[in-house]
Protein backbone atom coordinates (compact mmCIF):
# COMPACT_ATOMS: atom_id res chain seq x y z
CA UNK A 1 0.00 0.00 0.00
CA UNK A 2 1.27 2.93 -1.24
CA UNK A 3 0.22 5.84 1.43
CA UNK A 4 1.78 8.69 2.94
CA UNK A 5 0.17 11.06 5.77
CA UNK A 6 -0.79 10.77 9.35
CA UNK A 7 -1.41 6.97 8.80
CA UNK A 8 2.45 6.53 7.59
CA UNK A 9 3.82 8.73 10.20
CA UNK A 10 2.39 6.77 13.02
CA UNK A 11 3.27 3.47 11.43
CA UNK A 12 6.83 4.67 11.30
CA UNK A 13 6.73 6.15 14.56
CA UNK A 14 5.36 2.30 15.67
CA UNK A 15 8.86 0.99 14.31
CA UNK A 16 7.75 -0.39 10.80
CA UNK A 17 8.64 0.67 7.71
CA UNK A 18 6.57 -0.97 5.19
CA UNK A 19 3.53 -3.21 6.19
CA UNK A 20 2.74 -6.62 3.54
CA UNK A 21 -0.95 -8.58 4.24
CA UNK A 22 -0.09 -11.76 2.26
CA UNK A 23 -3.52 -13.73 1.48
CA UNK A 24 -7.16 -13.78 1.33
CA UNK A 25 -9.64 -13.85 4.53
CA UNK A 26 -12.50 -16.24 4.82
CA UNK A 27 -14.37 -13.10 6.47
CA UNK A 28 -13.87 -9.34 6.74
CA UNK A 29 -10.75 -8.46 8.87
CA UNK A 30 -8.97 -5.39 10.39
CA UNK A 31 -5.59 -5.10 10.90
CA UNK A 32 -4.86 -3.76 14.16
CA UNK A 33 -0.70 -2.07 14.69
CA UNK A 34 0.00 -1.20 18.22
CA UNK A 35 3.19 0.75 18.46
CA UNK A 36 3.12 0.75 21.75
CA UNK A 37 3.49 -2.95 22.23
CA UNK A 38 5.16 -3.43 19.07
CA UNK A 39 2.21 -5.98 17.70
CA UNK A 40 -0.08 -6.74 14.96
CA UNK A 41 -3.20 -8.48 15.14
CA UNK A 42 -6.26 -9.35 13.73
CA UNK A 43 -9.90 -8.92 14.61
CA UNK A 44 -13.34 -9.04 12.36
CA UNK A 45 -14.17 -6.61 11.53
CA UNK A 46 -17.80 -4.75 13.30
CA UNK A 47 -20.41 -4.37 11.73
CA UNK A 48 -22.08 -1.08 12.03
CA UNK A 49 -24.98 -0.81 9.42
CA UNK A 50 -25.63 0.00 5.65
CA UNK A 51 -25.22 3.84 6.02
CA UNK A 52 -21.64 3.37 7.53
CA UNK A 53 -20.44 0.33 6.26
CA UNK A 54 -20.63 2.01 3.31
CA UNK A 55 -19.03 4.64 3.60
CA UNK A 56 -14.93 5.12 4.11
CA UNK A 57 -14.70 7.95 5.99
CA UNK A 58 -18.13 6.94 8.13
CA UNK A 59 -17.02 3.41 8.55
CA UNK A 60 -13.25 4.60 10.03
CA UNK A 61 -14.42 7.10 12.32
CA UNK A 62 -16.90 4.87 13.83
CA UNK A 63 -13.94 2.22 13.63
CA UNK A 64 -11.30 4.41 15.48
CA UNK A 65 -13.65 5.17 18.03
CA UNK A 66 -14.31 1.68 18.89
CA UNK A 67 -10.98 0.80 18.59
CA UNK A 68 -10.28 3.74 20.68
CA UNK A 69 -12.63 3.44 23.88
CA UNK A 70 -14.99 5.66 21.95
CA UNK A 71 -12.87 8.64 21.49
CA UNK A 72 -10.69 10.61 18.48
CA UNK A 73 -6.99 10.53 18.79
CA UNK A 74 -4.28 12.00 16.89
CA UNK A 75 -2.41 9.07 18.08
CA UNK A 76 -4.73 6.60 16.16
CA UNK A 77 -5.18 6.46 12.34
CA UNK A 78 -6.64 3.95 9.81
CA UNK A 79 -6.92 3.11 6.11
CA UNK A 80 -10.18 1.87 4.49
CA UNK A 81 -11.47 1.24 1.11
CA UNK A 82 -15.03 2.69 0.37
CA UNK A 83 -17.66 1.28 -1.53
CA UNK A 84 -15.85 2.23 -5.32
CA UNK A 85 -13.21 -0.68 -4.25
CA UNK A 86 -15.95 -3.05 -5.30
CA UNK A 87 -16.65 -1.68 -8.55
CA UNK A 88 -13.69 -1.07 -9.75
CA UNK A 89 -10.09 -2.28 -10.71
CA UNK A 90 -8.36 0.96 -9.48
CA UNK A 91 -10.45 1.52 -6.22
CA UNK A 92 -8.56 3.82 -3.54
CA UNK A 93 -8.00 3.92 -0.17
CA UNK A 94 -8.55 6.56 2.65
CA UNK A 95 -6.10 7.65 5.35
CA UNK A 96 -8.06 8.74 8.19
CA UNK A 97 -6.70 10.79 10.91
CA UNK A 98 -8.33 12.67 13.75
CA UNK A 99 -7.43 16.75 12.91
CA UNK A 100 -7.15 18.63 16.49
CA UNK A 101 -7.06 21.78 15.33
CA UNK A 102 -10.54 21.35 13.38
CA UNK A 103 -12.13 18.71 15.87
CA UNK A 104 -12.87 16.45 13.45
CA UNK A 105 -12.38 13.62 11.22
CA UNK A 106 -10.20 14.13 8.09
CA UNK A 107 -9.74 11.80 5.19
CA UNK A 108 -7.05 12.27 2.13
CA UNK A 109 -7.14 9.43 -0.43
CA UNK A 110 -4.20 7.52 -1.96
CA UNK A 111 -2.88 4.35 -2.88
CA UNK A 112 -4.51 3.93 -6.90
CA UNK A 113 -5.25 -0.09 -6.56
CA UNK A 114 -5.05 -0.56 -3.55
CA UNK A 115 -8.67 -0.14 -2.14
CA UNK A 116 -9.77 -2.73 -4.65
CA UNK A 117 -6.71 -5.48 -3.21
CA UNK A 118 -7.89 -4.37 0.38
CA UNK A 119 -12.01 -5.33 -0.43
CA UNK A 120 -10.78 -8.29 -2.58
CA UNK A 121 -8.59 -9.93 0.23
CA UNK A 122 -10.94 -8.97 2.59
CA UNK A 123 -9.19 -6.66 4.26
CA UNK A 124 -11.76 -4.21 5.84
CA UNK A 125 -9.21 -1.47 7.39
CA UNK A 126 -5.69 -1.40 8.62
CA UNK A 127 -5.82 0.49 12.06
CA UNK A 128 -2.22 1.76 13.09
CA UNK A 129 -2.12 3.49 17.41
CA UNK A 130 1.32 5.09 19.11
CA UNK A 131 1.48 7.04 22.00
CA UNK A 132 5.12 7.25 21.24
CA UNK A 133 6.76 11.03 20.78
CA UNK A 134 7.76 12.19 17.59
CA UNK A 135 11.52 12.16 16.64
CA UNK A 136 12.14 15.87 16.62
CA UNK A 137 15.56 16.69 14.84
CA UNK A 138 18.03 18.77 16.37
CA UNK A 139 18.46 22.28 15.38
CA UNK A 140 22.20 22.35 17.02
CA UNK A 141 23.54 20.16 14.16
CA UNK A 142 26.65 21.63 12.83
CA UNK A 143 27.64 21.15 9.20
CA UNK A 144 31.66 20.33 8.48
Known amino acids: MECAGHFALILRMSGFDALAVPGISKEEVVLIVEGDEGSIS ?9 EIDLGALSYGEALLKR ?3 GELSK ?11 FHTRFGIVSS ?6 RN ?4 KQAGRGD ?3 MRFNRLRAVIVRSSLPRVRASLDTTRE
Do not use: C, Q
Open 42 to 50: IASAPVFGD
Open 115 to 117: GTV
Open 104 to 107: RMRS
Open 67 to 69: FNN
Open 96 to 101: LFFDKR
Open 75 to 85: KIAAVTPGIGA
